[in-house]
């Protein structure tokens, strides 16, 4: 079943009818184990203000995070990602990436508050990473723990990650993810921080980096640990599919040189 604003409406009406019926103000209903009242309530005005027109169903889900296929109201694709806020299994992890970064502080020790700003982390992220050239889903909007941007995939259908997908020019494809992590490095200052075959979609024939809520700006302590842990990600990946990679330190050095 799909998700309009008058659905939204509705579910809204039911958690006020329920909340009334048993007078308790702290409770949070949920709906699809992913919307809370707050949640809808960001729905809603994604929908009213024509962000969103219409959201189909899950097409990926995390123990973070549900990812929806979405439209607009001119008919274009986007993905909206909604952090789960009833769950706090990610949130000492979340605090490694957000302690440290210059751009952003977490007031308080709430989960709510924690996923919130890391919402705006990945937003901010996208934001540098697009604007210096680097395949990304083009980030459109964020509002406490709901994303959207673009949807990377045809018809509601994904593209495929890397490891689940060959290119049909491996080496080449190499380059262009390596100048992407130079891009990122010199240009955006930041650190992707998870990157492997597991963050990469493969859309055509072309790399798109994905998942940047943990990506650090280069002020952060853990900086130059994530990038040296992404380019071993890549090139053990890259090296088991047969392709002549360059030794680490080379690597990093052609990095941080700004590619080429």
């Known amino acids: 079943m799909s998700w309009d604003i008058d659905r939204v409406r509705d579910e809204l ?133 709901v994303l959207v941007m673009e949807f990377i995939g045809v018809d509601g259908v994904p593209a495929p990650l890397l490891k689940d997908y060959t290119p049909a020019d491996i080496d080449a494809f190499f380059n262009v993810l390596m100048d992407y992590v130079s891009k990122l490095y010199c240009k955006a200052r930041l650190v992707h921080g998870d990157l492997s075959e597991y963050n990469v979609m493969v859309f055509n024939e072309s790399p798109v980096l994905i998942d940047f809520g943990q990506a650090v700006d280069l002020a952060h302590p853990l900086a130059e640990e994530l990038l040296v842990r992404d380019v071993k990600n890549l090139l053990n990946f890259f090296s088991r599919m047969g392709v002549e990679t360059p030794d680490l330190e080379e690597a990093l050095q052609w990095v941080k040189g700004g590619g080429g």
């Open 13 to 145: 009406h039911k958690i006020d009818y329920r909340r009334k019926k048993i007078k308790d103000s702290d409770m949070f209903e949920t709906v699809e184990e992913v919307f809370d009242y707050s949640t809808l309530m960001i729905l809603y005005d994604l929908f009213n203000r024509g962000v969103l027109s219409v959201m189909y169903g899950v097409v990926n889900s995390g123990k973070e995070a549900r990812v929806y296929w979405a439209k607009d109201r001119s008919g274009l694709d986007l993905a909206v990602k909604i952090y789960l806020t009833s769950t706090s299994e990610f949130r000492r992890g979340m605090m490694t990436y957000i302690v440290g970064d210059p751009r952003f502080k977490v007031t308080s020790g709430k989960t709510r508050d924690i996923i919130y700003t890391w919402a705006r982390k990945e937003y901010s992220n996208l934001v540098k990473a697009y604007n210096v050239g680097v395949r990304v889903p083009k980030p459109i909007t964020v509002k406490g723990n």
